[in-house]
T-cell receptor
Framework: DTAVSQTPKYLVTQMGNDKSIKCEQNLGHDTMYWYKQDSKKFLKIMFSYNNKELIINETVPNRFSPKSPDKAHLNLHINSLELGDSAVYFC?????????????FGPGTRLTVT | QKEVEQDPGPLSVPEGAIVSLNCTYSNSAFQYFMWYRQYSRKGPELLMYTYSSGNKEDGRFTAQVDKSSKYISLFIRDSQPSDSATYLCAMSREVSGGGADGLTFGKGTHLIIQP
């Protein structure tokens, strides 16, 4: 069984479009994250949700809006896509109490903006 | 100065060698230290997780943390070609009231184990 899954795996779209990436985890964790890995392979935190509430919001353009319908799902919606948004986006999850720092990552969504 | 520094490599060693991977960091608030392995076009996979200073061993892997020097290491014994991947160090602060802070990653070291 896949622990953290993301859809789609690949996303190619044009500048100005709006797109969404979905994430689901079946680990029973209550905290989920979005990370961005740029072309130089540098991974950086974007957002974190705990029990559907936003707890981390790094300096990210407000064109990016995360939404958590329940603690097993965290989606990322991106408006007015720009060339610089091209990257791999990873979802991760952890447990708030116990080992919140043990984060488990999904396979990534490779976004290409043309 | 970046918060976490990691030599990107590539680091190429023969099969069976002991591999040493390292990171330095500048933020003394970091308390949790992780090592992730990432294969090409895959998500990072958690290998080791250490709190504060000390050593931790898991099979062929040993993680060391020296907070006084702000230096962490990962050792891989009896390296195998299947260990060829990018190894990322990651760190996090203790958050008051518990809870999860985002991880701060190094840029990763590309490791190649030659058969």
């Amino acid at each position: 069984d896949t622990a953290v899954s993301q859809t789609p795996k690949y996303l190619v779209t044009q500048m100005g479009n709006d797109k969404s990436i979905k994430c689901e985890q079946n680990l029973g964790h209550d905290t989920m994250y979005w990370y961005k890995q740029d072309s130089k392979k540098f991974l950086k935190i974007m957002f974190s949700y705990n029990n559907k509430e936003l707890i981390i919001n790094e300096t990210v353009p407000n064109r990016f809006s995360p939404k958590s319908p329940d603690k097993a799902h965290l989606n990322l919606h991106i408006n007015s896509l720009e060339l610089g948004d091209s990257a791999v986006y990873f979802c991760a999850s952890s447990q708030f109490s116990g080992s919140p720092y043990e984060q488990y990552f999904g396979p990534g969504t490779r976004l290409t903006v043309t | 100065q970046k918060e976490v520094e990691q030599d990107p490599g590539p680091l190429s060693v023969p099969e069976g060698a002991i591999v040493s991977l390292n990171c330095t960091y500048s933020n003394s608030a970091f308390q949790y230290f992780m090592w992730y392995r990432q294969y090409s076009r895959k998500g990072p996979e958690l290998l080791m997780y250490t709190y504060s200073s000390g050593n931790k061993e898991d099979g062929r892997f040993t993680a060391q943390v020296d907070k006084s020097s702000k230096y962490i290491s990962l050792f891989i014994r009896d390296s195998q070609p299947s260990d060829s991947a990018t190894y990322l160090c990651a760190m996090s602060r203790e958050v008051s009231g518990g809870g999860a802070d985002g991880l701060t990653f190094g840029k990763g070291t590309h490791l190649i184990i030659q058969p």
